[in-house]
């Protein structure tokens, strides 16, 4: 029977499925009016795991028999995801209703969802992070389709069901594998068979490929990237916004966990399937960017290019290279969010307006949302002063420590390229003549409140990054054993 | 000692936060808000003046900014910075004066942009870390750019845009160099690296020192621009507004020369050796080739800009001759030809606010309807040719002795330029101010209002000042330059004899 401290390692987790579930039931128990109460509920409870995962640091350590650990990574990435799913509900809130989509359900497959996220953060059992990311998949597919009169959300869902379906296998086929040359499932234990000697080889390798095949499918990394365009394109905004961000964070602790913690004696050979992935990663993600005119498509691009980025400090292999890493996370999700959400109040019902030239003249038209479309636009560019420039400087500067320094040079000149794309939306609102057969709808307040949260935290981490890119450092430092 | 340059870098961020907050509506208000703050930045950086001669510098401020990696807010001004920010600060005042009326769409945004730029620029002078003058370098990119893009002319969206990636791909190599550099020598504190670079306890293999000072040299050279780099130049020129080009060319080339001349001579001494030779002749072209593209150049905007790439490269030559003399001249020629080129395009703004056309041959015989505007022009095309007793003939005086110093040949070539701007600057003159006044011309040009003088005076009586007292600019300058070629010696005596 697990003692109350045990209990408290997993709060988080336990707040987000006890809360989802009781959504369920109150859905089923209101009548079609009085639903506006539960997106507060969703809030309430996200706001609650927040709180759970701030007090489950204060009992840092591992439970269950070594299978979860309370730890720095941990607690960064559950605060993280929170924040992610909070601002999620916070813009679908009008969305929703907006669409006369089902309300209830939506708002207990995102605490699903990230309640799988939590349980990803904090897993040290391979079992355990195979089951998280199974939780938070199976949410985020029919989160995709929820557009159901909608045939591209329903493509949507079905391609990243089925292509998030192999993925999966294929990390599960490596957990088998890893299992079958370390003898354990836990990461410790992975560890100090491969340090002592008895793991390695091409078993070992086969295992080390397919984990990095089925992470690099979650995360979007190139070669592996295919599916993310068609999908952020038909999933309703908030949900490709919480894509991007709450799944992709969670699979690159998971990342970190495993390659750091387990893996880190596996010697050369994965730095250089990073090294290239990470390269292939921005240069696709990038170019293909160029010449998108569906503004989702471009930020879909866009994701991929940013994954690329993060695998630049993964590939330095060092804890520089993991803090930068997770706060390159942190930076990615507020500006991105943040863009995710003007797009989505500007989709209009149905989401009609999805084209960047539907954009022409909101800076006339709309002069607040579009100077906060810019911040975010100018942070995914990584100018000085937002958050992404500091995410940027952090990884490259993680790369060049690690003697990276082709890496960081390509990864630099990628970044100029992905400035061209980002300022041609900036062209178009600020520089064309305002369309006036786009709809502008007012801003509710819920989403004026996401928008202003993500803008506060993209400047804050563009001035004062040092201490949230501490306590990464200080986690990161953690991972290694010792 | 005062905060002063906290003051000189906020009082233009204030006028900003005090603009956000007026009605939009409210146009007048809203220019002599600018107009007030900007004033306000000049007669704080006036407080500079007081800056003694010495080599080291000056009012200092040496702050902690973030902790892990170590970068400070650290800013401080030396005899060739001081001389840049007043610079900023005197020009920005102008460009307002230059945009009151000329801007009448979103004038809230415009305003605002400008002061946000002139805490860019001043920032890129005063900035001691080399992660600070990074950001500062950014952060003067993007209200450039909406300046541009936004109230620019018919092609404003490409030349924005190319102004934008142009600068962007210089400067992110120059990142990757600062982080390299940092990691290296474990700071981004500039006169801490000058300092650990000098005594040998952080070294560099050539190669190493190649890359880094190429990286850096890139990034200096676009924004210069030297040639074959400035092709964004004159598009950015032609159609930004009158205030945009005003700043453009004054202060945003300088950076590039500054940049040059405080990180690349003193941290890669021997590469900016090795290299000099191809830099001046490239430097050489760029002054030939921008003064014969002005010959035949039928846009005066253009014309303008090409004689930038022109003049600039005096400026480069005198950096990379690496004597006192060149060195002094380049620092004042920087001075001078953002006096005289910011001149030049209020001018012909001005004229184009009256003409509504930029064609050379649209005009002819304004000295008629507008004496007023000609004697100012000719005074300034005058300046801007080296007339002795104006302030550009000392500059390029100084640099072509100081090369000659070094090479008689490049100082030769350099003087062709000379030659060629005196014949395109006043047949532009010629062509647009004498002969027969057309009839579209007489009717619509008027002479300088108040308002116009006012920016056109300081401009003019700057001129004069400099060209007759340059000692006054020059005794600080030579303080500066002199320590910075010290150490150009410095390093190179360090080295064993056979790698000299």
Known sequence: ???????????????????????????????????????????????????????????????????????????????????????????????????????????????????????????????????????????????????????????????????????????????????????????????????????????????????????????????????????????????????????????????????????????????????????????IGNLAALRQTNIKRLL???????????????????????????????????????????????????????????????????????????????????????????GKFYIFRAAIHGELIWLAVLGLLNTAVAAYYYLRVIVVMYMREPQTDVPLDPLPASVAAALLVSAAATFYLGLFPGRVLDFASRSAALLLPR | MPPLLNIVLLLPLAGFAALLLLPRRDHRLIRFTALFFSLATFAASLWLLRTPAASGFQWEINRPWIDDPAIRYHVGVDGISLWLVLLVTFLTPIAVLASWRHIDSRVKEFFALLLVLETGMIGVFVALDLFLFYVFWEVTLVPMYFLIGVWGHQRRIYAAMKFFLYTMAGSVLMLAAILWLYNLAGTFDFPALRSLLASGQATLTPAQELLLFAAFFLAFAIKVPLFPLHTWLPDAHVEAPTAGSILLAAVLLKMGAYGMLRFCLPLFPQASRGLAPAICLLAIIGIVYGALVCLVQPNMKKLVAYSSVS??????????????????????????????????????????????????????????????????????????????????????????????????????????????????????????????????????????????????????????????????????????????????????????????
């Open chain 1, 1 to 283: 029977m697990p003692d109350n401290a045990q209990i408290v390692r997993v709060l988080p987790e336990v707040l987000l499925s006890v809360f989802g579930t009781l959504l369920m039931v109150l859905d089923a128990l209101t009548g079609r009016r009085r639903k506006g109460f539960l997106g507060l509920l969703a809030l309430a409870a996200i706001y609650a795991a927040w709180i759970g995962a701030l007090i489950s640091y204060g009992k840092p350590g591992a439970a269950f028999y070594g299978m979860v650990a309370v730890d720095g990574l941990a607690t960064f990435f559950r605060v993280l995801i929170c924040a992610v799913g909070f601002l999620t509900v916070l813009s679908s809130m009008s969305y929703l209703q907006r669409d006369g989509l089902p309300q209830g359900e939506y708002y207990a497959l995102i605490l699903f969802s990230l309640a799988g996220q939590g349980l990803m953060a904090v897993s040290t059992d391979l079992i355990l992070i195979f089951l998280g990311l199974e939780i938070s998949s199976i949410s985020t597919y029919i989160l995709a389709g929820f557009l159901r009169q909608d045939g591209r959300s329903t493509e949507s869902a079905l391609k990243y069901f089925f292509l998030g379906s192999f993925a999966t296998a294929f990390l599960l086929y490596g957990v088998a594998l890893l299992y079958g040359a370390a003898g354990s499932t836990r990461l410790a234990a992975i560890q100090s068979a491969i340090a002592g000697g008895q793991a390695g080889g091409p078993l070992l390798g086969a295992a080390i490929g397919l984990l990095f095949v089925g992470l690099a499918f979650k995360v979007s990394a190139a070669p592996f990237q295919m599916w993310t365009p068609d999908v952020y394109q038909g999933a309703p905004s908030p949900v490709a916004a919480f894509l991007s961000t709450g799944p992709k964070a969670a699979a690159f602790a998971v990342f970190l966990r495993v390659f750091f913690t387990a893996l880190p004696d596996a010697g050369p050979a994965w730095r250089w399937v990073l090294w290239v992935s990470a390269l292939l990663s921005m240069t």
């Open chain 1, 300 to 390: 879909a691009y866009s994701s991929i290019a940013h994954a690329g980025y993060v695998l630049v400090a993964f590939a330095a292999r060092t804890p520089i290279g993991a803090a930068a890493a997770m706060f390159y996370l942190a930076a990615y999700a507020f500006m991105n969010i943040g863009a995710f959400v003007v797009v989505s109040h500007l989709a209009g019902r149905g989401e009609q307006y999805v084209e960047v030239d539907d954009y022409a003249g909101l800076g006339a038209r709309r002069p607040i949302l579009a100077a906060l479309l810019t911040i975010f636009l100018l942070s995914l560019i990584g100018i000085p002063l937002t958050g992404g420039f500091f």
């Open chain 2, 311 to 500: 003049h600039l490269g005096f400026v480069v030559l005198g950096i990379f001759s690496f004597t006192q003399l060149g060195a002094d001249g380049a620092v004042y020629q920087m001075l001078n030809h953002g006096i005289t080129t910011g001149a030049l395009f209020l001018l012909v703004g001005m004229l184009y606010e009256r003409g509504h056309s930029l064609d050379i041959a649209d005009y002819g015989g304004v000295a008629t309807p507008a004496p007023g505007l000609a004697a100012a022009f000719l005074i300034t095309s005058l300046a801007s040719a080296g007339l002795p007793l104006l302030n550009n003939f000392v500059g390029e005086f100084l640099v072509l002795q100081g090369v000659a110093e070094v090479s008689f040949r490049y100082a030769a070539a350099a003087a062709v330029g000379v030659v060629l701007a005196a014949w395109y600057l006043l047949w532009l003159f010629q062509r647009v101010f004498l002969g027969e006044t057309p009839e579209a011309v007489a009717s619509q040009v008027s002479d300088l209002r108040p308002r116009e003088w006012a920016a056109v005076v300081p401009l003019l009586v700057m001129m004069l000042w400099m060209g007759v007292y340059s000692r006054s600019f020059l005794e600080r300058i030579s303080a500066t330059t002199a320590t910075t070629l010290t150490h150009l010696e410095l390093r190179v005596e360090n080295l064993p004899p056979h790698a000299r």
